[in-house]
């Protein structure tokens, strides 16, 4: 089982798929745990085993939100991307060159954020506090 957080440490609440990966790094430390800061890197880690991909969402509720969507879910949120390819695209990439049965264990875990403004460190309060509750999620999807 592999969890990967994507987001930009400085990039305010973006950072938060990071920020949760470290949390499960730290209290679960069975799990494979993977940062990236572009979904580009999903397309060599997906491969038909278990992945919780974590990331930051626009659009799909109050700051912090927590929504766990399968792949064909995707196209009704919007991944937060500040450079590259987005997580939709990147798993349709994925499924061109490898097949369908890459996407199998896939689960997005979004948080939902504000539109970004300057780049920052750190979380918003609201999204700082989803943290925990992420952390949470993952141990659940991880006893599966």
Do not use: K
């Not at 397309?43 to 278990?50: A, C, F, I, M, S």
């Not at 992945?51 to 939100?65: E, F, I, R, S």
């Amino acid at each position: 089982m592999r969890v990967v957080g994507l987001g930009q440490r400085y990039g305010g609440d973006d950072g938060v798929g990071l920020r949760v990966a470290d949390a499960v790094r730290e209290a679960l430390p069975g799990l494979e745990v993977v940062t990236l800061t572009g979904a580009e890197g999903l397309v060599e880690l997906l491969d038909g085993r278990p992945v919780l991909v974590v990331d930051a969402v626009l659009g799909v509720g109050p700051p912090g939100t927590l929504h766990e969507l399968r792949p064909d879910e995707l196209a009704r949120v919007r991944a937060f991307s500040t450079h590259g390819i987005g997580v939709a695209e990147a798993l349709g990439l994925a499924e061109a060159l490898g097949g369908p049965d890459v996407l199998q264990g896939l689960t997005v875990l979004g948080i939902a954020i504000r539109p970004p403004g300057a780049l920052a460190e750190g979380l918003s309060p609201e999204v700082a506090a989803a943290v925990p509750r992420a952390l949470e999620h993952v141990r659940r999807w991880a006893s599966l």
